[in-house]
Structures are given as structure tokens and as C-alpha cells.
């Protein structure tokens, strides 16, 4: 059968997608990128916001739509909290919540009475042809949460912690290198809460990964800043560990950080930044910031940003607050108007572009290894560019003949010159 699968929302649901795509592989089913042509579609659903939510049901909706034949299942955290609502969406056949995620297969399998012969499992090089740009995969290595920030519904949809073991994650991670792929981005709700069920943590299974693969290059997901042990920075001496860290802040200003439920304040935050720079050379920080939390006064928001100022980002993951039922924050008074956040969003993508800039300006003239991705954008006079990233994630651009593939290799790269968001650069071979 031919499996098409789908997903919104964060790096965790994309690794599941993964995860499954295999699974279905090893099932001796196919992977189709083609939905006309799917005999079952599955679809990872998202609840972080209420228009993630909304996202979800017209995703629902528009497969269905395009494929009314296909066996539509649906997963993820909207399918998680709204279970009876997706469910009940036209088209659904079966709604496998995220405490059930890991039979996901299985039930899909069993439950909608698919009996058809399987072919003959697929190559293993087959896989990774699944695998977000065949140059990067998104390894998950725990669920769930057990942190309650106030504005977070996803700790509720996602459930108790749960680490998967040591020896699963490096035999993924193995399978995935033999498939082809240089890159691995290790994934979770709570990624610094990764161990604490099986006798492990974060830094033994960085450790490990780089003992017991040959990953050319190993990511960190997001990462929240009060979990960093006391010398995590000296894993980064090993080059195949890539100098970036997004750490989510969400405000500059303590007091915003205290109705958050934040547990880490803005003096600690800088300490780890500076600890970042000092050890290892252009580390990169990025972060999240929510605009208009509720509560949020004009002279919060100017000590926020200038506390963001100060610590100069890379880059800004910007987030207009919205209210969202079964949070905490929801319902907090003072909620601030749609009037003043936009204009606060406003004033800080201003700010983050700004910053992007002087950052990626401290790096040119500079040489640094670059992956070569698959996108590309064709120009003229045969050529075109393609793009690809620095160690510590600066998106970087390369003009090149069209008879020339560079696709998924890591090359030393110059770097020239600034475009509105990324670098062009020059090849050194």
C-alpha cells in the first residue's frame, strides 16, 4: 500500500513522521509524496495555538477533500485534546492519540482491517529518501513534559515524560547515517529532561552519540536554559557537535517571566549566553519571544526589549500571544489588546532583522564547513543557487554551474556577502 504522511507544528512531530515512514517501510508498505496516489494518509496534528489547531482541522479537511478514497488517520496534539472533534471530521477513520504515537502502525494496520499482501520491504537507501531534505533527520529521543508554564497547552497534550533508551536512539541514528544522511537534530518536548527515567541524561547521551556513531554532524532541538549541567559547554570541543543552542526566553522581563512560570530569570539567562560565547567561537543563540502576554505593561515590554538588545540574537522566533483554553494564562486579567501586540510584534521583528544582520555580518570573510541541501532556485545563464548551512545554522547561498551537483556534501565554504536573509558564499574546492 502506499502510505502519505503529513504533519504541522513543531521538529518533534516531523521526527515522528520519520519514525513512522520507516516503520510502514519495514511493514513492507510505500512512501508516497504523491496524496492522489496514497491508499492511506496520516496526518500529525498540532495544538500549540488555536490557529495551530485551526490549521490542523483544514489540513483534515483539504486531504480528505483530495483523496476521499484514502483511510485518513490522525494524530498529534490537536488530535490529542479535541479527540471526539477529530474524530467526527469528515473522512477520519481512526484517531491514535499521542499516548498510543508508538503503535501508531500497528493500529493503523490492524485497526482499519488493511489486509492487503505487502510487498517485499523496501532498501533501507529507500528510507531516508523520506527524511526532511535527505541531508538532515530529526531523531526524537523523549515526550512529554513536566514543566507547566503558564502559556503552554502542549505539556497537557503530550503527557508524562518518557525517554527513549540509549541503545534505540544510536541504532536509529547509525541506520539513518548508512541511508546517507550528515545530520541529526535530537528532539523533544523537555530535551533537557532526557535520562531522568532511565538512568541516563542529557550529556551521557551526547557522549554516547558521538562515541558510538560516525554522524558527521549532531544538533540539539531546543533546549530550555535552567537545564544546562555545569560544564555542558565542553561537549561542544567536539566539532561534530554544531555551536548552536536555541534557547527559548519568551521575555526580558522578570516579572513576565514570574506569571510565565518561567524558571529562568534574565540575569541567569545572560550568564549562560556569555559562558556560550566565551567558551566556543561564533556559538549562535536563538530563542523564542511571546508578544503580549497577558499582563504585560508598556514598561515590561521596553525592559524586555532591551534586554533582548543586549544579548543580540541570532535570530527570533517571534510569537503574538493568543489566548488558549485549558492554560493558565487564558485566564489571567489585563490581557493586552490585538491593537498593542501588533505593534509590538512589529517593533520587534524590526529588532530581530536587525540583529540577524550584525550577526551575519561578524561572519564574512570568515571559511566554514557548509552542508548542501537540496533546495535550490534556478537562475540564469546555467546556473543556480543553492543553499546550506554553517555549523552554527547561518543559512548560506552559493551560485554554481547547473552540470555541477553539490546536494549533501559538506564543503568549506568563504563567506562573501549578505542578502536580505542569508550569505552568499564561495566555494573553496
Request: aromatic content about 6%.
Amino acid at each position: 500500500m502506499l502510505i502519505h504522511l503529513k504533519t504541522l507544528g513543531c521538529r518533534l512531530n516531523e521526527a515522528e513522521l520519520e519514525t513512522w515512514a520507516q516503520a510502514f517501510q519495514k511493514a513492507g508498505h510505500q512512501i508516497t509524496r504523491e496524496l492522489n496516489n496514497a491508499h492511506i494518509a496520516i496526518i500529525n496534528s498540532c495544538a500549540v495555538t488555536a490557529d495551530a489547531a485551526r490549521k490542523s482541522r483544514q489540513l483534515i479537511r483539504r486531504i480528505h477533500r483530495e483523496n476521499p478514497t484514502a483511510k485518513l488517520v490522525v494524530s498529534g496534539c490537536y488530535a490529542t485534546l479535541n479527540e471526539d472533534e477529530a474524530a467526527q471530521l469528515m473522512g477520519v477513520d481512526l484517531v491514535v492519540s499521542n499516548k498510543d504515537k508508538d503503535q501508531l502502525v500497528e493500529k493503523t494496520l490492524s485497526s482499519l482491517n488493511l489486509d492487503s499482501m505487502p510487498a517485499m520491504s523496501t532498501e533501507p537507501g529507500e528510507i531516508s529518501l523520506f527524511s526532511r531534505g535527505r541531508q538532515r533527520a530529526f531523531v526524537k529521543v523523549q515526550d512529554g513534559c513536566r514543566y507547566r508554564c503558564t502559556f503552554c497547552i502542549v505539556t497537557v497534550a503530550r503527557g508524562e515524560e518518557i525517554s527513549r533508551p540509549v541503545q534505540k536512539i544510536i541504532d536509529e541514528i547509525n541506520s539513518l547515517h548508512q541511508q546517507g544522511i550528515n545530520e541529526v537534530i535530537l528532539t523533544g518536548v523537555h530535551l533537557g529532561g532526557y535520562g531522568g527515567d532511565v538512568d541516563s541524561n542529557l550529556t551521557d547521551l551526547i557522549e554516547t552519540i558521538l562515541d558510538q556513531t560516525n554522524i558527521p554532524r549532531l544538533r540539539l532541538g531546543s533546549l530550555e536554559p535552567w537545564e544546562l549541567p555545569k560544564n555542558f559547554f565542553s561537549l561542544f570541543k567536539n566539532p561534530r557537535l554544531m555551536p548552536h543552542l536555541h534557547l527559548p526566553l519568551q521575555s526580558g522581563s522578570d516579572s513576565v517571566l514570574r506569571r510565565m512560570a518561567r524558571r529562568c530569570k534574565t540575569e541567569e539567562f545572560a550568564k549562560i549566553v556569555e559562558q556560550a560565547r566565551h567558551q566556543i567561537k561564533n556559538f549562535n543563540i536563538t530563542t523564542d519571544i511571546i508578544v503580549g502576554f497577558p499582563g504585560e505593561t508598556e514598561e515590561e515590554w521596553q525592559e524586555s526589549l532591551e534586554f533582548i538588545k543586549k544579548i543580540s540574537f541570532g535570530h527570533i522566533h517571534i510569537f503574538t500571544y493568543s489566548s488558549r483554553e485549558g492554560t493558565k494564562a487564558a485566564t489571567l486579567p489585563n490581557q493586552v489588546t490585538h491593537v498593542i501586540k501588533k505593534q509590538r510584534s512589529k517593533q520587534l521583528h524590526a529588532l530581530a532583522d536587525t540583529m540577524k544582520q550584525q550577526f551575519m555580518t561578524q561572519h564574512l570573510g570568515q571559511e566554514f564547513a557548509i552542508l548542501w541541501e537540496g533546495h535550490k532556485q534556478t537562475l540564469n545563464d546555467n546556473k543556480y543557487l543553492v543553499f546550506g548551512y554553517t555549523p552554527n545554522y547561518l543559512k548560506v547561498a552559493c551560485t554554481i554551474n547547473l552540470e555541477n551537483h553539490i546536494e549533501n556534501q559538506i564543503i568549506n565554504t568563504q563567506l562573501d556577502s549578505i542578502s536580505e536573509n542569508y550569505v552568499n558564499g564561495s566555494l573553496m574546492q
